[in-house]
């Protein structure tokens, strides 16, 4: 849990900053919303940064939210919590890389490719979010990978068409950059004792 909350920093420089400041490794993160803010102060042991003493860390801006992150002991388990989370309305964006899957087989038409365009979507596909489902829905941990083959057409004047041998043909071009990212992720797997697998950064 901790490597995946550092990834979603998306900041080496705050997570490095966060392993030096304190010995705590959560195994659980908790985003303490309006009126959940005080569970933070129930952890033992706590060490405690205010978000604007973080390095790289978003500020929060909502009346209410202490904008604190909070790590400790909770029954025992490793925790980190945030007081106070960031919203849309506050300037943030949505996380980067919205996937969305369409049920294909044809490709999108430009409404339809303007549409999810206008929805926020990034990249855009036939598969994964279902596999993703199942396989939460079975308690398996998951980690999507999706090459980006071709851009979606949105422009009625646009002569380029997408079409399955071109996808393929992308697919074997990169498919050595592929196999060495799958392979390094996995050879960077540690598989604990508890079965749930960490990737180190
Ligand atoms: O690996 P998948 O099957 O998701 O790859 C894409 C989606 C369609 O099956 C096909 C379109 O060309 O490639
Ligand atoms: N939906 C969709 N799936 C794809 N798979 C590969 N390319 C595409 C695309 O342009 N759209």
Not at 84 to 91: A, I, K, L
Request: with cysteine.
């Amino acid at each position: 849990m901790y490597q995946i909350y550092v990834f979603m920093l998306c900041c080496c420089k705050t997570a490095d900053w966060l392993m030096s400041q304190t010995r705590h490794r959560p195994q659980v993160a908790i985003i303490c919303g309006s009126g959940l803010g005080m569970l933070a102060d129930t952890l033992k042991c706590q060490d405690s940064f205010a978000y604007s003493d973080i390095p790289g860390f978003p500020q929060s801006t909502v009346q209410g939210h202490a904008g604190r992150l909070v790590f400790g002991e909770l029954k025992g388990k490793t925790c980190v919590c945030m007081q106070g989370r960031f919203h849309m309305y506050e300037g943030h964006s949505l996380c980067k890389g919205v996937y969305a899957m369409v049920g294909g087989p044809n490709f999108e038409t430009i409404a339809e490719a303007r549409l999810l365009h206008r929805l926020g979507v990034d990249a855009v596909g036939m598969s994964t979010a279902p596999e993703v489902v199942v396989a939460t829905h079975c308690g398996l941990r998951v980690f999507g990978l999706s090459l980006i083959t071709n851009k979606v057409n949105t422009h009625y004047e646009d002569s380029e068409s997408v079409n399955h041998e071109g996808v393929l043909e992308v697919g074997r071009l990169r498919s050595h950059t592929v196999q060495q990212l799958v392979t390094e992720l996995i050879s960077r797997m540690e598989i604990n004792n508890n079965n749930t697998i960490n990737t180190a950064v």
